[in-house]
């Protein structure tokens, strides 16, 4: 019980300087030092917790992966590619539908903050003939647009979600894989349920469905060499970046350029202080600790699986905020090896937080595009975000 109330009060100050808008690494890194202090661990040890934590392999091999993540974005962004995929999607397509919802789907294969804002203007194109209301429009755009996060690589909760439970990615990828499946068949029966339009002009000729796969081509090899090959991500994102710096001809001022642009020092502060977090949790003890408490405590581990990444998704609307803040104590919890059943429903708990969640930006945006009145939006969201979530819950049954 005693250390069920240390971690408690150590996730109640993480919750607190969340709401408070700190930087999630600065949030994570002051939680481990006043989790160190409840434990009673001194400053000297808690300077070694926390440089051991820093250089570990895993630490080294996230930062690396996801900082060459962005690298990946601005690379597309800037050559031009999302823009072409962009014209390919408008031009194979020729129902409306099927416009308004790959659309969103092709920015969200990209970890763009607030992506939702750029697909918008697209969905608003797509559906020019269409009787809908602004909060429809706001939802289809919304809803597709996080079609990916659940199994895409290319998004750091996963990535941190497979790192901090010690699982590998591609076997993540593959636990998770009903949950995008479902939010497509969600939306697809729920968002344009008796929505009748023109059909889009467009052709399918081969010069376009070349254009899709080579578009397609950096983001789809990332997906193949990670949860195919079992690449570690570090590897495959330095073999693809490179690749893309030679096929464009990058100068040494170019790539630097791109450097810069993509790195930023909160992100890498953000993926250690997650790290240190989870260290120190080790440190404790806590890890041994906490199996024995639950197994005779007779509370329900589904019920921590779900409150947990739920109430900080909720608050943060962010999915490495939910992921970075609960997966270490959900870790400890279920004895150090979660199967990924477990990780799939904590995963789909914090998420469906996230969507719903009022500090959600690409909620913020897309309602403000459509002018879409924010309670019928969410009124559009709510049976959606629980069908998602009840495959979640199934994953943990099954």
Not at 50 to 78: F, Q
């Amino acid at each position: 019980m005693t250390d069920l109330i240390k971690i408690g009060a150590a996730f109640a100050v993480i919750l607190l300087l969340l709401r408070l808008r700190w930087n999630l690494g600065l949030v994570m890194f002051t939680g481990a030092l006043f989790l160190g202090a409840l434990y009673r661990i001194g400053p000297a040890d808690q300077a070694r917790v926390v440089l051991r934590s820093s250089v570990d392999m895993v630490t080294i091999n996230l930062v690396t992966g996801l900082a060459l993540i962005m690298v990946l974005e601005n690379i597309i962004r800037k050559r031009g590619l999302l823009k072409r995929m962009m014209e390919a999607v408008v031009n194979v397509a020729r129902d409306r539908r099927i416009a308004m919802a790959v659309l969103p789907g092709v920015i969200g294969l990209l970890p763009s903050a607030g992506g939702a804002a750029f697909s918008a203007p697209m969905v608003q194109e797509a559906a020019a003939d269409a009787d809908m209301k602004p909060e429809r429009k706001a939802f289809i755009n919304y809803w597709f647009r996080h079609i990916w996060e659940y199994i895409l690589p290319l998004y750091p909760g996963i990535v941190l979600a497979a790192a901090i439970t010690k699982t590998p990615l591609n076997r993540l990828m593959f636990s998770q894989l009903p949950l995008p499946l479902a939010v497509v068949g969600v939306g697809a029966l729920l968002g344009f349920r008796g929505l009748k339009t023109r059909g889009v002009p467009g052709k399918r000729d081969r010069e376009e469905l070349k254009a899709l796969f080579v578009t397609l081509l950096p983001i789809t090899l990332s997906i193949v060499l990670v949860a195919v090959f079992k690449m570690p991500l570090a590897l495959a994102m330095i073999l693809i970046v490179t690749a893309m710096f030679l096929f464009y001809r990058y100068s040494v001022r170019e790539i630097a350029a791109a450097l810069r642009e993509s790195i930023s020092i909160n992100f890498i502060l953000m993926v250690v202080g997650i790290m240190v977090f989870k260290g120190m949790l080790d440190a404790t003890g806590a890890i041994e600790a906490l199996p024995v408490f639950f197994r005779q405590s007779g509370l329900p581990t589904g019920a921590v699986l779900f409150a947990l990444p739920f109430i900080v998704g909720l608050l943060t609307g962010l999915t490495v905020g939910f992921v970075g803040a609960t997966f270490p104590i959900i870790t400890a919890m279920l004895g150090g090896h979660p199967d990924p059943g477990s990780i799939t429903f904590a995963f789909a708990s914090g998420f469906a937080g996230v969507m719903l969640s009022p500090s959600h930006l690409c909620l913020l945006l897309t309602i403000r595009y459509f002018k879409a009145d924010t309670a019928g939006t969410y009124r559009l969201l709510y049976v959606p975000v629980l069908l998602v979530f009840a495959v979640g819950l199934i994953r943990l049954w099954f």
